[in-house]
């Protein structure tokens, strides 16, 4: 005879999907609490939505899982239902936020705190994104310290349309927007909240940027303006956090976390990055930011672990040279590594995958 545990009950709902979405209702973070007493099961959720099908449809679906379990003799799952955030607000379920035109999936990258390779990882994951089978389109929403430009090794400067839309610049089969397309080498911006906050809109909708299946937001570290102007702005179909393993990286990725959770916006999982070392020299393995950071937080937050990626000399000089690791090396672990996340993306997001052409 099967024991009633918490672990059980969760992985029982982690089948039920989210309506209208291929994700499931505890990566959505949707359960708040499970109760077990002898065979009868609580479950406490919390959702935010205007339509009442989707908290019945909810409902009705996991009692039956649970129901179907062995021991259980009650099940009751109460949903304590919210208004969503007001409009303009973000584009998680039940949100009634604004789509950028042309545009299937916005997906943001963000993290909590900078130095973890958060510029590194969204534009090798928008490489990724493209080569598992997507027309994808990376914006750098880091207004102060923009990084794209160099990584793509682009000193290329935008065109306007006559009726003053911005013309995206192209590199590796991406549309591309970043404010350092606009400065010049070691030029700062020098910008005020209110010019931060009209740039960051104009990116987003003024930018020609076509039909596209995913449009990948290079965020700013933190949770400031940038990030609430985006989630104002745009119906976002996501996030991806980027973390490094120590807990001081770990400590902001859950403010991150917990900003788009505010707003309603799924997260669709943690990137670990600079998980590891391995010597050139030797083959020896060093965890030089600690172990399992990255899982445990992962599973803390009832998300998941899209992937681990490695201090890599390899990515590094990519992005200095202007030619990312996905697209100079097709074949490196690494780069084999982006396309595993991307694909795991595209497959949430209901795209069709293709086999990438290494």
Known sequence: MSTLTEDLVRATLSKVRYPGFSR???????????????????????????DPK?????????????QALEGVTGVQVRIDIQAPPQAPAAGGPGSAATALP??????????????VGKSTVATNLAIALKQVGARVGLCDCDMYGPSVALMFGSRERPMATEDNRIIPIEAAGLKLMSMGFLLDDDAPAVLRGPMVTRYTQQFLRQVEWGELDVLVLDLPPGTGDIQLT???????????????????????????VSMFAKVNVPIF?????????????????????????????????????????????????????????????RESPVSKAFVAIAGELWEILGGETKKASF
């Open 102 to 115: 042309g545009i299937k999936h916005v997906i943001a990258v963000a993290s909590g705190k900078g130095g």
């Open 269 to 329: 999982g943690l990137v670990e990055n600079m998980s590891y070392f391995i010597s050139p020299e030797t083959g020896t393995r060093f965890d030089i930011f600690g172990t399992g950071g990255g899982e445990r937080e992962a599973k803390r937050l009832g998300v998941p672990l899209l992937g681990t990626l490695p201090i890599d000399i390899a990515t590094r000089e990519g992005g200095d040279r202007g030619i990312p690791v996905t697209e100079a090396d």
């Open 24 to 50: 499931d209702i505890v990566s959505f973070g949707l359960v708040k609490g499970i109760t077990i007493q002898g065979g009868e099961v609580t479950v406490q959720m919390q959702l935010a939505t205007n």
């Open 230 to 256: 985006i989630v104002q702005t745009v119906a976002l179909a996501g996030a991806v956090i980027v973390t490094t393993p120590q807990e001081v990286a770990l400590i902001d990725a859950r403010k991150a």
């Open 54 to 66: 989707v908290p019945q449809a909810i409902k009705t679906e996991s009692e039956a899982a649970l």
